[in-house]
């Protein structure tokens, strides 16, 4: 018998694999805790919970990993230089990458990060139903510190929001952004006053009554539609939409329905099949390896804002869905001409709740809690003085005073999460949807002309080829240069809105 003796590489796979399967054990206990586990049992849960995180983290950080780690970089070094397995040096990149994270931040740091999020976020539900922002702020207080603490250990010398940013966009700093705030400011905020100041639109339509039951049969079709593999992935309702995955060939989606609001379960629903589209398009051979999934948040929001607002809110694509839309409600829609359902669908008005914002308002929301966050971080803005920081903003950009502080800074969950530097990444995605879909014209032509057609299998295949089979392969920067020649750059984005709501709007 002739065996090969497994090389370092295949050993720190074999570990990474194990590792990767506790974490994907804990993905499937919370899809379940916001699925279908009864309210009782959120304490034994958080026990089950906390048991395999701490596992995965001792394995993570374990000597027998560095080791393993170190053996297998050796020989990726002799290999590369005869080879060139690009493969394996991503691989390694990736693995020390994510190693370092976890060992340069001191465990008892983690631990008393983890505790005070808890005590924060119970604090801030609190706060926010009773718009008590006192209640809320030493908390708040004390996860700046401890997130500026947990910072300084990762990267002494980075810039605090720099190294906060890092964890969930590779390579993007405050550098990069000011001037794509700058950018998105400049053609945002001019164009939400002309429409301030033009005809508003009515879209009274979607708010009648919908059943559930038929928006869900008609959204399922949809997703089926634009090339969602029901066999690899699956659907429930939860308070909060979200994505998560088990495997390129699990990946769940959830949504929540409204009677009267059509708008919430559709386009909900092809933002996380936007998600899911790109974690089933993960190649085979790196399942269970730092390679297989979406590579970072912004590339991720890329892939949901395509399909919920380039797709789902294109009138191209309407032309050819409508007819079904009002086949299901003919009570509701048989009346309304495609051109004022369409224009519905893409009302913009400024409002106070990010959550609620539509796409043109949306990235005036993200820029102002950069801001405030970023003060705050490096103490120039003090957490007693916030709100009334955060109104001003509200009413410089959108043009709006908020009326307490559950509308005002109390209204998002992230920073009682501790997610300090993840705002930006929706805005990211916003512009690099754009350089995406144009790049797929370059390529393939039109899109609308195949929208029309119910064509979506040229726009799916592109995205995979340029972007969902390189997994994490390549950092972020270097994906978006290749899959559009350029990085990431507003312009296209800016063109974009401007003729897009310059016509809805008769600006
Ligand atoms: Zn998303």
Same mark, same amino acid.
């Given at each position: 018998m002739n065996t090969v003796a497994p090389s370092p590489l295949d050993d720190l796979k074999t570990r990474l694999s194990d590792i990767h399967g506790l974490e994907m054990a804990g993905a499937v206990l919370d899809w379940d805790q916001e699925t279908y586990m009864p309210p009782g049992g959120v304490g034994a849960r958080a026990e089950t919970r906390a048991t395999l995180a701490k596992l995965a983290h001792e394995m993570q950080v374990a000597d027998v990993t560095a080791r393993l780690l170190e053996a297998a970089e050796a020989e990726g070094n002799d290999k590369e230089a005869a080879s060139g397995d690009e493969d394996a040096s991503a691989l390694l990149r990736v693995a020390r990458r994510n190693f370092d994270r976890a060992t340069k931040t001191p465990a008892a740091l983690v631990e008393e990060f983890s505790r005070a999020t808890s005590l924060a976020h119970s604090a801030w539900t609190q706060a926010r139903a009773g718009s008590d922002y006192a209640l809320f702020a030493p908390h708040l207080e004390k996860l700046l510190e401890l997130t500026r603490q947990i910072a300084l250990a990762r990267a002494p010398h980075a810039p605090i929001y720099d190294t906060l940013l890092d964890d969930y966009e590779e390579g993007l700093t405050c550098t990069a952004l000011e001037p794509i705030w700058a950018e998105l400011k400049a053609v945002t905020v001019p164009l939400v006053a002309q429409i301030a100041a033009a005809q508003p639109i009515d879209d009274g339509v979607l708010h009648l009554h919908y059943d559930p039951a038929a928006q869900r049969a008609f959204a399922e079709k949809v997703l089926a539609d634009c090339g969602f593999d029901w066999n690899r992935g699956r659907q429930d309702v939860s308070v909060h939409p979200f994505c998560t995955h088990f495997g390129r060939s699990d990946v769940r989606i959830t949504?929540?329905?409204?009677?009267?609001?059509?708008?919430?379960?559709?386009?909900?629903?092809?933002?996380?099949?936007?998600?899911?589209?790109?974690?089933?398009? +993960?190649?085979?051979?790196?399942?269970?390896?730092?390679?297989?999934? $979406?590579?970072?948040?912004? =590339? *991720?929001? #890329?892939?949901?804002?395509?399909?919920?607002?380039?797709?789902?809110?294109?009138?191209?694509?309407?032309?050819?869905?409508?007819?079904?839309?009002?086949?299901?409600?003919?009570?509701?829609?048989?009346?309304?001409?495609?051109?004022?359902?369409?224009?519905?669908?893409?009302?913009?008005?400024?409002?106070?709740?990010?959550?609620?914002?539509?796409?043109?308002?949306?990235?005036?929301?993200?820029?102002?809690?950069?801001?405030?966050?970023?003060?705050?971080l490096e103490g120039v803005l003090t957490v007693a003085d916030a709100p009334a920081a955060w109104n001003?903003?509200?009413? +410089?950009?959108?043009?709006?005073?908020?009326?307490?502080?559950?509308? $005002?800074?109390?209204?998002? =969950? *992230?920073? #009682?999460?501790?997610?300090?530097?993840?705002?930006?990444?929706?805005?990211?995605?916003?512009?690099?949807?754009?350089?995406?879909?144009?790049?797929?014209?370059?390529?393939?032509?039109?899109?609308?002309?195949?929208?029309?057609?119910?064509e979506f299998a040229p726009l799916l295949g592109w995205l995979r080829e340029n972007v969902h089979r390189h997994g994490q392969k390549f950092p972020p920067q270097e994906l978006v240069r290749r899959a559009t020649g350029e990085p990431l750059t507003v312009a296209p984005y800016a063109s974009y809105l401007q003729t897009k709501f310059g016509a809805l709007y008769d600006l």
């Open positions: 949504t929540r329905y409204a009677c009267n609001d059509l708008q919430s379960a559709l386009f909900g629903s092809l933002h996380e099949m936007g998600h899911a589209l790109y974690e089933q398009g +993960s190649p085979e051979a790196w399942e269970q390896t730092p390679l297989a999934g $979406g590579v970072s948040l912004g =590339v *991720h929001e #890329s892939q949901s804002r395509m399909w919920e607002n380039l797709v789902g809110r294109n009138q191209a694509f309407w032309s050819h869905t409508y007819p079904a839309l009002q086949g299901t409600f003919p009570a509701q829609l048989e009346a309304v001409p495609l051109s004022e359902f369409y224009r519905a669908i893409n009302r913009s008005a400024p409002s106070l709740v990010r959550v609620e914002a539509d796409e043109l308002t949306y990235n005036l929301h993200i820029i102002l809690r950069y801001e405030i966050e970023r003060e705050l001003a903003k509200v009413e +410089s950009y959108l043009g709006l005073t908020p009326s307490n502080d559950t509308e $005002g800074i109390l209204q998002d =969950v *992230h920073w #009682s999460h501790g997610g300090f530097g993840y705002f930006p990444t929706y805005s990211i995605g916003n512009i690099l949807s754009v350089q995406l879909w144009n790049a797929a014209e370059r390529e393939i032509g039109e899109l609308e002309p195949l929208m029309a057609r119910g």
